[in-house]
């Protein structure tokens, strides 16, 4: 029996590869399709996806929101929703390319929003904020429609398939973004629908991770406080959760966020300098429940950079590299090389080390 | 059978390898055991044994048992021979029961149907003696949003904390109704350890302000040993509000019990009784908690956490809720498992709820009411084994209380006669003779032993789960199922059923 995903926690196995540009300039999907074919093997074809920065500099000050749908009926049901939260700008029909690979395929749309004015200031809210609750309230209260990419100038693409496949299904060599990451999925078993492939997405954060963390439920108990609801029962989704909650609403930088979810050792806080071990104690003191345990490597894409992380122990491989104004994460070296043959300081991050590679500013 | 109808509930079985060298005569504070010089054999008087296997673990040639008698009345399965007593004992005296210790029936034990999940194959158990394994945890409220100074630092400011080196402390038990030894065994303790000890609403020995940084004060409704020098020597501060073992009933410690040294600490004349009175005559709604919550702070400067104890009860959730709302720093629930010097028998044994639902349903209000951080969760009433305590953890709890197991550790046998006041182990008693067979090196000893045993076995018990921290096992619920539970129970706890 095949269950959708939510209904059931489902571990996985993964591949994961990244890559920027520094200088932001245009990266073609079809380099990172072909970082994920060395890798094929860490997915067994249960799911695979993308996500890409910069690909809609027409719609740059819109919210993109990708919408699977089950149905028809759902479409409609969604679609009225829609109308009446936000000032849609452009709908379509996500372009695609039928192939054998890729079966029982979902309508999928893409619309341009923006939030209508006088909601916004009736809920005394920010956009972000506004848009979060729109697509927690699609993802939860509409069935069968699922909102997986809701940022600006960017998107996720993703399937049940293999990540190459999952790449020419949704014709990624013509977009062109400055940075991009991929992932390929080894879930034990079979997930029901598209929702649960990565990269998970909100707002503009973007997560592909490999691993099963033993938080999990920690997290996600703690995390649903905060008006987040975990529908997919994914790793991957509470993290996307966790990093916007820290970053977006309790103000942490990018390095702080990192040391709350994967916090040094008490025993490695004491042997710092006495002000960065105050900070360190302070975040782990605060934030304790959201600590995550258990093997873990994980991409964060955001507008303008990435971020790279291990779990403390590093019990998940995962390596970087250069080569001018580019910058490469992988599960595997040979992701890397497939990308940039002359890819040069190839370096592994210490566990609990966060790697962080942003554009110039001005460049994206 | 004597005029009351009963008869004795032990025999005194003594063996051939008797060497009449009277030390079971010495040892027995309840005066059972005699030599007849007449015959020149050694005598038991059975109707005074209760049991406390004291002359047992002291005979040097292991010639004594005591057994279950074999008297037996006529069966009968809707009146037991333990009601039939209780009805005989109450026909004669006119009285109100009283028991020590916890409810010993047979009430259910949720922790025995929750199993704890291991790693396999998609991610990595961790092995403790390899890897790190962190099993610090901080108590008290965590701070709101944090806050930055003009040049973007962050301002470290952190409400009163408890630093515990386990999730473990020793739970509230008076000086008075226990020992100065058994308190000064639990001090040194909880300072080896890195935990806390509790003082119960007893006061605080004068000898024992220097182990204030490890020691919780209690403030309860008979505000005994109360003094702001008494508030000021602890890390924190207790409202007892309620017990487990006794919820709605306030404490009485008799008279005799009250000699120098427990008179002075807490500050009641010598040899009058000492009665708690069920409620805090300040406080007879949530919004008076407050008041005492604040007025405690005040008077210790707010450098130090405020604890609220209460015993689980059927509304727990929203007390709780209440309390966190209060201004208190932790909640701490008593199960109605959990032991007591001397309580009714009727209200011991019917009165409460056990402590893992309670604690269940706790958690879980205060998560829906987004307002877990306020406070920190701490259970007792009780706690058995690591085991108990890493079910506990995941359930919600930061820590857990222990008492009865604590008292094991330092040779309590359980007999239940702490009411007596001739605990034959010297912990329930103020007879000095009987207090110094307590040697407080080797009970602070036993203590540490216990406790570091435990801290392994939490260690491998995370390490199977692939948890290397124990932030990252509290309140993980998917880490437990349950078995034997129907679905109410499984709501409630808010697990899942083992195979699901």
Redesign the interface.
Known sequence: MKYREGEV?I???CAISAAISREGRPINGESMIRSMVPMHDRSNGLGGGFAAYGIYPEHKDEFALHIFFGSGASRHECEAYLKETFEIVLAEEMPIRIIPEITDVPIIRRYFVTPLRSALHRMQLDEREYIARAVMHINTEISDAYVFSSGKNMGVFKAVGYPEDVGRFYRLEEYEAYSWTAHGRYP?NTPGWWGGAHPFSLLDWTVVHN?????????R??I???GYKCALQTDTEVITYIVDYLVR????TLE?TASVIA?P???TIERCEPEKA??L?????????L?????FSIVLGFEGGLMALND??K?RSMVTGEKDDMVFIASEEAAIRAMEPNAENIFAPSGGCPFIVKVKEGKY | MGIDYLYPEFEVRRSSNCIDCKICIDQCSYGVHSFDEKSGMMKADDSKCVNCQRCVCFCPVHALKIVKSDNCMRDNANWSGDTVKEIYKQASSGGVLLSSMGNPKPAPVYWDKVLINA?QV???P?DPLR??M?T?V?LGK??D??R?DENG??I?D?PP?LELSMPVMFSAMSYGSISYNAHLSMARAARELGIYYNTGEGGLHEDFYSYGENTIVQVASGRFGVHSGYLNAGAAIEIKMGQGAKPGIGGHLPGAKINGDVSRTRMVPKGSDAISPAPHHDIYSIEDLRQLVMSLKEVTGYKKPVIVKVAAVHNIAAIAGGIARSGADIIAIDGFRGGTGAAPTRIRDNVGIPVELALAAVDRSL?EE?I??NVSVVVGGSIRSSADVVKAVALGADACYIATAALLAMGCHLCRSCQTGKCSWGIATQKKELVSRLDPDEGSRRLVNLMTAWRHEIKELMGG?????I?????????LRGVGLNEKELQILGISHAGD
């Open positions: 926690r571990p996985s196995g034990t691993g099963e963390i033993s938080s999990y439920d920690a997290n108990r703690y649903e406080m905060f609403r309790q103000g942490l702080e916090a050792f008490w025993s105050e900070k104690k302070f975040l782990r003191m605060t934030y304790p429940s600590l995550i345990t258990g093997p403390r122990l019990l | 790693s998609t991610n990595p961790i890897e790190p962190e610090k901080f965590k701070p949003k944090p930055r630092r962050l470290c952190m904390q998560r987004g877990r951080d789960m692939g948890i290397n921290s932030e990252a096992l509290r309140g993980n619920r998917l880490m």
